[in-house]
């Protein structure tokens, strides 16, 4: 069963050095060669862990021949890791010919457990999209001590409360996360006897190779052939009896996402003796339902597009890794910055972007950020350009960094990426991420290419990872994310391709697969890129350009003035990554209402839109109103905000840590805000302080503010004394509805209304207390001195509401207060402020009748 929802948060609180590096992982197991670029961090701590069994107690679990080949296998898996591993290379930057031999223990990274924490993934959201919600969430969730430390060598050991350890165990990340180097550090720690020691044996599989298996004469095979084909010195009758202890075998599965097949988990006649053959697929399914060797432990690493491939009744443990937090972020680039200067620099940079930001929470695209702004940066003032905003520059720079420095190196750079763009846009579609020597790249044109030389020593080793497999050769993009950016380029290089057809897929596909694709052919169609990019390749498609920019300002027009929000925040992204403020004008107008309420926005998403509204000049509104927002979420929005005439931001969670940034944006230079609404969030008299402060600038324009509901209390009436009487305040409405502003603090508000600098006309207020007032003498007998004084009652059973006017009203005047139950013994007070003088026009006082 499921017995342990929980989740493995990447969390790297850094003591030693950091490493941006390529892995050149040769003869692993003496049959696969990795090629992997990524970043990550080691953390060695005092902190005690268990003791391991030595490989003396673990190889008792065996006969004395057993034990030969126990001892066979640990060496040969230990000579691997450790060639694979002990020396690996850390390039800075892109093409940059200055490597160092680093070891594997500074690189990786440990993990942290969020038990019963639950999400579901929507296949619709790009996993770049997804973890920046994610990120939002679990900062929030840290801030309330829900998480609890987990080693990864834990990964195995039962939980508090559990009485066994967990056989199947699921790890789940996002590309480039790290779930390959977490399992190369679970066969390091094995080999060299620290970890694990429970498993006699640990056999390490990857999907992409068992892809391979049914191009061969055997579409079938038994656990046994699976293992030998492998490990070819693990044979029978040694084999056999390694398999007749299961409890203390573990079998590694890496890359689910990459598997061509389903797992099957449907009833059939299934294999339980490991020497049945049967497809491959079926034999993983059947080791993690417990039917075949009942009792070893599997694990398996997958992206969180393929989960829903497994059956999570049969998962004991899930995890997923998460990536970096701010802390690990910063210290990230303090290790990949040799200057410290320099890296403050970058890191305040990308702090400022709300896009690069939170892709940092992913080491491959915290080492391309860095390596980016490292050469941006070392580029003398006068000669840089402009460092990148958006996930297209940021590609386009990295793109620019190893064409430049690979240029003499390649005859025909434009042709071999057109050739590597086309085969990149056939994986996007049809979600391939592994391309083979003999299939892919034949049919692409790339064969001869990655044969020759220049494969090695040129651009396409920077773009493309390789690896040995089962007398195979496979490529991969070292990140998704790259492989989406290069079929977006091979339209704009490719004068032959077929815009019309790649338009009408994009119209077509529900299910998200072009998402971060579409945002790349947004992006690229811009003259700085042409320029950028055309000085070393050639001329781009302007053609193409001016046919997608055609295509997304349809949609986008479509889609902002529809009902699906979701589809209207997209096409903001794509807005974004154009940057451009005419295009932007003309879809968003003047008059548009822009409605985004209930709808989850990440940091990332508030930025996308506050630069995008910010671009139109002018909103007529904005409501997010039920969106939980965070005050990094309105920090990032305050561009936008500033734009917007009306804007609601009721029941989105907000505190008094969000009113800096909105005090901010009501006392900007060009601020457009009239109307803001805050009702039915946790403001508190402290954000009330802040609030005041914007509202006292001389370029607030803001009339109407809502504070219904804001849990304030009578201290906040002094500062609105204060501010109603400064000559710069254009507020004309202010609700203080259902907050505990007791009497005390209906007196102060009184006192201001007798000021002729006061601008107020309507001001509503009420007390949420069970008390019952009753009338008093002192309020009866002010009806003598205001004869065209009415009152008239609004309100149902529960609430009742007295408005005192001292403008023209339809009701009918009262014989007399004494009548009246629901005033006050504040009013003694109002008629001091209800004058000749004072503008107020209406002031509404409700309450609680008990």
């Known amino acids: 069963m499921f017995s342990n929802n929980i989740f493995v948060l990447l969390y790297q609180e850094v003591t030693y050095s950091i490493v941006s590096a390529i892995f050149d992982l040769s003869t692993f197991f003496g049959s696969m060669f990795v090629n992997i670029r990524i970043a990550s961090l080691f953390l060695l701590s005092g902190i005690n862990r268990f003791n391991s069994p030595s490989v003396f107690q673990r190889s008792c679990f065996f006969s004395s021949n057993s034990h030969e080949t126990f001892l066979s296998h640990e060496a040969s898996v230990h000579n691997g890791v450790s060639k694979s591993t002990s020396t690996l290379e850390d390039q800075t930057s892109p093409g940059d010919p200055n490597m160092k031999a680093v070891g594997f223990e500074t690189r990786y990274t440990e993990l942290m457990v969020i038990n019963q924490y639950k999400r579901t993934y929507s296949e619709r959201l790009h996993e770049l999209q997804k973890m920046g919600k994610t990120h939002a969430e679990l900062i929030e969730e840290r801030t309330k001590e829900k998480c609890e430390r987990i080693w990864t060598e834990h990964l195995f050991s039962r939980s508090p409360g559990s009485e066994t350890a967990p056989h199947i165990i699921v790890v789940s990340g996002v590309a480039g996360i790290g779930k390959t180097t977490m399992v190369q550090k679970i066969m390091f720690d094995w080999s060299r006897d620290t970890q694990y020691q429970r498993f006699a044996f640990v056999f390490l599989f990857k999907f992409r190779e068992l892809n391979l298996l049914d191009t061969e004469t055997e579409p079938q095979m038994s656990l046994t052939r699976l293992i030998v084909r492998h490990y070819e010195y693990l044979s029978d009758p040694r084999l056999g009896e390694i398999l007749k202890k299961p409890e203390s075998l573990l079998f590694i599965f890496d890359g689910l996402d990459e598997y061509k097949y389903k797992l099957d988990f449907t009833p059939r006649k299934l294999p339980s003796d490991p020497v049945e053959s049967f497809p491959v697929h079926i034999l993983v399914s059947n080791l993690v339902r417990g039917i075949l060797l009942k009792g070893c432990t599997v694990l398996i690493t997958t992206r969180p597009t393929a989960m829903e491939t497994l059956d999570m009744n049969s998962v004991d443990r899930f995890a997923e890794i998460l990536g970096f937090f701010s802390e690990q972020r910063l210290m990230y680039f303090k290790k990949f910055f040799d200057n410290d200067a320099v890296g403050d620099e970058a890191f305040q940079y990308v702090e400022e972007n709300a896009i690069l930001y939170t892709m940092c929470f992913n080491p491959s695209y915290c080492w391309i950020i860095c390596s980016v702004l490292k050469s941006h940066f070392m580029t003398p003032e ?50 391939t991420l592994v391309f083979y020597d003999k299939f892919e790249m034949s049919t692409f044109g790339l064969q001869t290419v990655i044969l020759s030389t220049t494969f090695l020593s040129g651009f396409l080793k920077e773009i493309l990872q390789r690896e040995s497999t089962l007398q195979h050769m496979t490529y991969t993009f070292y990140h998704l994310t790259m492989q989406e ?366």
């Open 382 to 431: 006068e000669e840089r350009g402009a460092a990148p905003r958006t996930v297209t520059e940021l590609f386009v720079m990295f793109l620019l960094n190893i064409l430049t420095k690979h240029k003499r190196e390649a005859n025909d750079q434009r042709g071999i990426l057109i050739k590597l763009g086309k085969m990149a846009y056939y994986g996007v579609a049809n979600k």
């Open 485 to 850: 950016f290069m079929a977006a380029c091979s339209f704009y290089l490719d004068p032959s391709g077929d815009v019309e057809e790649l338009l009408e897929k994009l119209d077509l596909c529900k299910d998200g697969r072009f998402e971060i694709l579409t945002q790349f052919l947004a992006g690229l169609a811009r003259n700085s890129v042409f320029k950028i990019l055309g000085g070393i390749l050639g001329e781009f498609e302007r053609k193409m350009a001016k046919r997608i920019l055609e295509w997304v300002k349809k949609k986008a027009e479509q889609a902002l003035r529809g009902e699906d929000k979701g589809e209207a925040l997209r096409v903001c992204q794509w807005l974004y990554e154009t940057q451009n403020k005419r295009l932007i004008r003309d879809v968003i107008g003047k008059e548009l209402k822009m409605n985004f309420i209930k709808l989850t926005l990440s940091p990332l998403d508030c930025a996308v839109l506050g630069s995008v509204i910010s671009c139109c000049g002018e909103l007529e509104e904005l409501n997010l109103s039920q969106t939980e927002l965070t005050p990094e979420c309105i920090r990032r929005l305050a561009p936008g905000l500033i734009c917007c005439r009306r804007v609601n931001l009721s029941y989105c969670g907000l505190t008094s840590r969000c009113c800096s940034a909105l005090s901010s944006a009501l006392s900007a230079p060009h601020s457009r805000l009239t109307e803001l609404t805050l009702s039915k969030n946790n403001m508190e008299d402290s954000g009330v302080d802040q609030l005041c402060e914007g509202l006292r600038s001389e370029n607030s324009k803001l009339e109407k503010l809502n504070l219904h509901n804001c849990c304030l209390t009578s201290r906040c009436c002094s500062v609105f004394i204060s501010l109603l009487s400064s000559p710069n305040l254009q507020l004309t409405e202010l609700d203080l509805s259902k907050n505990n502003v007791e009497d005390s603090g209906v007196a102060q508000l009184c006192e201001v209304l007798r000021s002729e600098k006061c601008k107020l006309e309507i001001l509503r207020k009420a007390d949420s207390s069970s008390r019952s007032y009753q009338p008093t003498t002192a309020c009866s007998g002010l009806l003598p001195q205001y004869n065209d004084l009415h009152v008239r009652w609004i309100g149902d059973d529960k609430l009742v509401c007295v408005c005192v006017c001292a403008c023209v009203c339809v009701c009918s005047p009262c014989d007399g207060l004494a009548t009246c139950p629901g005033v006050v013994p504040a009013f003694c007070l109002m008629h001091a402020g209800i004058g000749s003088s004072c503008p107020l026009a209406l002031l509404r006082i409700s309450r609680l009748v008990s």
